[in-house]
């Protein structure tokens, strides 16, 4: 098998990524997204694809890079000089060709990287979910273009109960719907298996680090050991290729340690979503620091170099973030 390559096109995404985002006029964007999940919870984006990638870039008026729309494309500048042009892509909920659905918009515990618990969001019900995909299937172009159901969720009440509520609304997608459905919920002692047995196909459970004493800092109430025993579970159950995990880039760890978390989930079969921390309005922490394109790039070819080593496969993943690759540099198709 080859090993990892790195084109002019990925270096231009990991540029565009360590930005964060773009100047543009957003009358000229048609759909905005804003992600009701993550850290990137609450902040204005869109969609750009060029030359085979996609990257998800928010607007950003004080950005370096400055975006406009020429004919039917967008060119990419940085102050007169050319990047790259491309054009807008739609998301059909969240993300491109995903139903990606966020279910609680709020969170009991509080992660000092997250604005999810300062944004005061809604809560869906399994009858919004439903209806929210019976209104993108309506639409012929969406409909057309959707390839997967995905659902994330905050805590409201607690990691049981939500569990339960996200299994019962997966239950009636799957009675519905002919489509993989992908899910993202923080794990309890029988998640992985009522979720499993509701009838998701894949499944993230978020370690956020791997640095332990970052975690404890970051992240009070939540248990890291506890997390990757059920990564190690999910993959007993939902297979290899099926489980995956976000690793925060930038909240003041080094690269060896993520080096290190990378091989420690790669080994039991998880493969991880190295996602560039945002340095959120509401979320002003020290040490949070977004990091440059260079880093990106180097930890996205050792993590392809170890997928590749321990025969995982991220292109293999149907649902949520590795197929989106908005967010991140992703091996066997960024890297």
Do not use: W
Not at 41 to 58: E, I, Q, T, W
Not at 67 to 87: F, M, N, P
Not at 94 to 123: K, N, R
Not at 189 to 195: A, D, F, G
Request: charged share 30%.
């Amino acid at each position: 098998m080859n090993g990892p390559t790195t084109d002019r096109n990925t270096e231009i995404k990991a540029f565009l990524i360590a930005e964060g985002g773009v100047d543009i006029d957003e009358r000229v964007l048609g759909r905005i997204t804003t992600p009701a999940s993550g850290p990137g919870a609450g902040l204005k984006s869109f969609f750009f694809r060029f030359n085979g990638h996609r990257v998800r870039l928010g607007v950003k008026h004080d950005s370096r890079f400055k975006a406009t729309l020429e004919g039917e494309q967008v060119v990419i500048r940085d102050h007169s000089k050319e990047i790259v042009r491309g054009y807008l892509e739609d998301a059909i909920a969240h993300c491109p060709e995903q139903a990606f659905i966020t279910v609680s918009e709020i969170c009991i515990f509080d992660c000092s990287f997250c604005p999810v618990p300062l944004l005061g969001g809604s809560i869906k019900d399994q009858k919004d979910v439903e209806t929210a995909i019976s209104r993108i299937l309506a639409d012929p172009k969406l409909a057309r273009n959707l390839r997967a159901i995905a659902l994330t969720s905050g805590v409201r009440e607690s990691p049981q109960r939500e569990v339960e509520l996200i299994a019962a609304i997966i239950r009636a997608l799957r009675e519905k719907y002919d489509l993989p459905i992908g899910v993202s919920v923080y794990p309890t002692p029988n998640s992985t298996q009522l979720l499993k047995d509701a009838g998701a196909d894949e499944i993230k459970y978020n370690v956020e680090t791997t640095d332990h004493q970052l975690f404890e800092s970051m992240c009070p109430g939540l248990s890291l050991e506890f997390i990757i025993q059920a990564l190690k579970d999910a993959v007993e159950i939902f297979g290899r290729n099926k489980v995956f995990s976000n690793i925060l880039v930038g909240l003041g760890e080094d690269d060896d340690t993520i080096i290190t978390g990378m091989e420690e989930l790669i080994e039991i079969g998880v493969i991880p979503i190295l996602r560039a921390v945002v340095e959120h309005p509401l979320r002003s922490k020290k040490g949070l620091r977004r990091p440059n394109a260079e880093r990106l790039l180097r930890l996205a070819r050792k993590e392809r170099e170890l997928l590749d080593r321990y025969g995982l496969r991220a292109d293999e993943a149907k649902t949520m973030c590795a197929p989106c690759t908005g967010c991140d540099l992703m091996p066997h198709r960024d890297v």
